[in-house]
């Protein structure tokens, strides 16, 4: 019996990971029973990875209009924001965590690939990657096999294909234990009129795949991506795909020239669901129809049938549809970069992805109802029983942490807070030259040759807020990525988001995943800063339980008028002012999970509208040219924020003297993790200035202290040597790898 | 006792290196060459005279180090000592 004559049982079914009822859909759709090769494509299109049939629903909630905003997400590959001057910032983050799980080296690299891919392919030219990373526990030797082999992915795709890395965020908790996450952000530049969409059109317009041959690598990731990791995945292995960043690089050349001599209709990487997605998808945009043949399709491996080609998700692939009778035109650039391309099929008129086997049919379902016609669920949802409880935890229930100078140096030691410098000097954060404010910041910083702007961009994400209260975490998540932003004199422009839960068919899991996208739409409202695009990461779980839930946020943003603000002080007698208010807040800190190992009590609040106002607030400060430094308090709180400000500039550490009065407890205090507070530095000759500027937005601020000494000494409480600091936060990460 | 343990990347895998060998050899002149597989050697000595329990723990090693049995495979030989 040969696979297209197979018949079709429950278990297949099942073990295409559709239910029956899906199924019935199918039959309904095409009128009659699938082939096993239609029922694998429709598998994979409406598995969670393509179709969101899980959390559509609850995307439309976020906000994605905007008078920046050109592209909005969801309409195509990836989002475009318009930043003036004819220029546009195309750019994404996306997940990679089940690849990474399996096979962290090349499971981070392809991940790199795929969402450098998503940027090219729509015209714009990649100028940097950045990431967000999660961890288990580093103690555990599982740990650092996963996180040496990421960092090492991720630098190795990087470096080769010559985009810089210019930084990110890692974090390691035991809710990631055997469940790393590995989301990976990109982001392009291109003219406004370079811009072009993925949509078919003209009949008989001719089909070109391009780029790497077709193997039997990944087969199905899709629908893998949408199931728990468990021990059967071992079986699964297969499914890791091989990165060839060389390769990537003539695509990505070839695809920019390609795309300026205007013989393109339109382009789409072949990435998850592989040939499957680029056609339907292209097809599906376009209202139109597409035809191909999977005997024209250069293949690797010898006997692969249809169901195979469809589903492959081999790398370094392209589905290009050229203006009919520009071919030769399209072939010499193809040659000239030394890329396979091979005509496979045509656009046609009825509407239906039509595949054929050496001209026989072996598939024919309407494209649109692959695309767009999966199911949509709204799934059921409950407040987690034990979460009342955590939150009304009593972190004063404790007791005394004992020696805060002690207590400090642990948090530094934590990896968590800790430099990440062993994770950023294996990328290359400076090719291309543009880099001006290196990894370590709050915000990376990238200047556009030409003009007199620059970009800010940073990637964040607090999951312990998240897991303790979604909402406000979700809020959080927004406000804290749009404050790095501000605090490096930019204008928070848009964001996208990956977002990482566990299983959304379990209730709770739904629940923080609603109440999440519920809190980041409040703050993406507030601030002005609408979604360009994003992917959802569900079925994050290992035997162990669910992720913390995990919505990475990555925000763009624009420094226009004045020269980029780095964290760091600068120089001795300058005035330390805080900006904001710090209360009595240690729930969800790290303070509470790294002295005490607690994982409890409320997270602090966020105030919208002061966040907003604090942002304004940075960016007058910082066109006005008065801040010679802006770091804002996150994890650790003010202590931690005032060592960062002491060391992060290497090789020229500076000491400061705090003192100001103590209306808190001395832990809540120092380690509290109260939001919208920044610390930032002033000339004395400035404070003036800064002071009246603070005022006039009638936000709140306190001068506190004078930059200067060896030592950072806080009242009475806190007095470590500036090099004790540094040696302590540097190495905590390379210490524990070596 | 001498071991010698092949390593290579897994007929489904694609190796971008013997690909790059492949064209290389191809500019050369080479061009019936169709196909190369690039994979690595290792030759270990052990002190252990029993080849059953010699091989039982260079299975070990090499599943746990020597190759990455998610993209890999290998294959033993041992050699008895002269």
Redesign the interface.
């Known amino acids: 019996m040969t696979m297209q004559t197979l018949e079709i049982t429950p278990e297949i079914v099942q073990r295409h990971n559709l239910t029956l009822d899906e199924y019935g859909e199918i039959k309904k759709i095409l009128g009659r029973e699938p082939n096993v090769t239609e029922l694998g494509i429709f598998s994979v299109m409406w598995s969670e990875h393509c179709s969101y049939k899980n959390s559509k629903r609850v995307l439309a909630l976020l906000p994605k209009e905007g008078k920046r905003m050109l592209v909005k997400a969801g309409e195509e590959n990836a989002g475009v924001v318009d930043i003036g001057d004819d220029l546009v910032v195309v750019f994404k983050i996306e997940s990679h965590n089940h690849p990474s799980a399996?096979?962290p080296f090349?499971g981070a690299a392809t991940g790199v690939g795929g969402i450098l891919r998503d940027i090219f392919t729509m015209g714009a030219r990649p100028i940097l990657s950045m990431n967000s990373l999660r961890f288990g526990k580093l103690e555990s030797p599982l740990t650092r096999r996963l996180f040496s082999g990421v960092v090492s992915g991720i630098g190795f795709y990087g470096n080769c294909i010559g985009v810089p890395t210019i930084g990110g965020e890692v974090y390691f908790d035991e809710s990631y234990e055997g469940n790393p996450l590995v989301n990976a952000l990109a982001l392009g530049i291109a003219h406004r009129r370079e811009i072009v969409k993925a949509k078919a059109r003209g009949t008989g317009n001719p089909v070109f795949y391009v780029g790497?041959a077709t193997?039997?690598?990944g087969m199905g990731g899709a629908s893998f991506a949408s199931k728990d990791l468990s021990e059967e995945s071992e079986k699964d292995?297969?499914a890791?795909?091989?990165?060839?960043p060389?390769?990537e690089k003539l695509l990505l050349e070839a695809v920019l020239e390609l795309l300026k001599s205007g013989c393109v209709v339109a382009i789409q990487d072949m990435g998850a669901a592989g040939l499957t997605c680029s056609t339907c998808e292209t097809a599906s945009r376009g209202g139109m129809g597409i035809e191909i043949d999977t005997a024209k399709v250069p293949q690797?491996?010898t006997g692969m049938v249809p169901y195979e080609i469809m589903l492959s998700e081999?790398?370094e692939r392209m589905l290009v549809i050229l203006e009919k009778g520009r071919e030769a035109e399209a072939k010499r650039i193809f040659d000239k970069w030394d890329l396979h391309a091979e005509e496979i099929g045509f656009v046609t008129n009825d509407g239906l992805m039509r595949v054929k086997q050496n001209g026989a049919a072996v598939a024919e379902i309407p494209a649109k109802s692959l695309a767009d016609d999966a199911p949509v669920y709204v799934r059921e949802e409950r407040e987690p029983g034990h979460l009342r409880k955590l939150q009304n935890f009593d972190p004063k229930s404790l007791g005394d942490p004992g020696d805060l100078n002690a207590a400090l140096l642990k948090l530094l030691d934590s990896p968590s807070i800790a430099s990440k410098e062993w994770v950023y000097e294996q990328y290359d954060h400076t090719v291309r030259t543009n880099t001006v404010v290196l990894p370590g910041s709050d915000a990376s910083v990238i200047r556009l040759k030409g003009t007199k702007k620059y970009l800010a961009v940073s990637v964040d994400g607090n999951s312990t807020y998240c897991y303790l209260d979604p909402y406000e975490g979700g809020k959080i998540a927004v406000a804290e990525s749009a404050r790095n932003a501000a605090c490096s004199g930019a204008e928070p422009l848009s964001i996208t988001n990956c977002l990482n839960f566990g299983n959304p068919m379990k209730p709770e899991i739904f629940w923080q995943f609603r109440k999440c996208v519920e809190g980041m739409r409040d703050a993406c409202l507030a601030f002005g800063t609408p979604v360009s695009g994003g992917n959802v990461s569900f079925y994050n779980e290992s035997p162990k339980g669910a992720i913390d839930p995990t919505p990475t946020i990555g925000m763009v943003g624009l420094i226009e008028g004045c020269e980029p603000v780095t964290s760091f002080f600068k120089k001795e007698g300058d005035a330390v002012i805080l900006l904001g208010e710090t209360r009595e807040e240690l729930g969800g800190s790290e303070f509470l999970k790294v002295i005490f190992g607690v994982k409890a009590g409320l997270p602090p609040r966020l105030d919208l509208t002061q966040a907003k106002k604090l942002n304004d607030l940075l960016a007058a400060l910082a066109k006005k040219g008065l801040l010679q430094s802006a770091h804002d308090c996150s994890e650790g709180g003010l202590a931690v924020a005032l060592a960062e400000s002491c060391i992060l500039n290497k090789g020229m550490e500076m000491g400061v003297t705090i003192d100001t009065a103590l209306e808190l407890s001395p832990a809540g205090f120092l380690f509290g993790e109260s939001q919208s507070r920044v610390v930032v530095s002033v000339d004395p000759k400035s404070l003036e200035e800064a002071a009246r500027t603070v005022e006039s937005f009638s936000y709140p601020y306190r001068v506190i202290g004078k930059v200067g000494g060896k030592e950072l000494r806080v009242n009475d409480l806190i007095r470590v040597p500036v090099e004790v600091l540094a040696h302590t936060w540097r190495n905590a990460i390379r210490r524990r790898m070596e | 006792m001498r071991a010698r343990i092949h390593v290579t990347?897994?007929?489904?895998?694609?190796?971008?290196q013997g690909?790059?060998v492949q064209q290389a050899l191809s500019v050369l002149g080479f061009r019936e060459v169709r196909d190369v597989r690039v994979g690595k050697y290792i030759e270990l000595e052990l002190e252990e005279g029993d080849k059953l329990k010699a091989e039982e723990r260079l299975r070990e090693m090499s599943e746990r180090l020597l190759a990455?049995?998610?993209?890999e495979e290998y294959a033993l030989e041992m050699d008895e000592e002269e």
């Open positions: 399996v096979e090349q790497a193997g039997r690598d292995r297969p890791v795909q091989v990165g060839d060389f390769l690797r491996e081999s790398q | 990347l897994k007929k489904s895998v694609l190796d971008p690909k790059a990455n049995l998610v993209i």
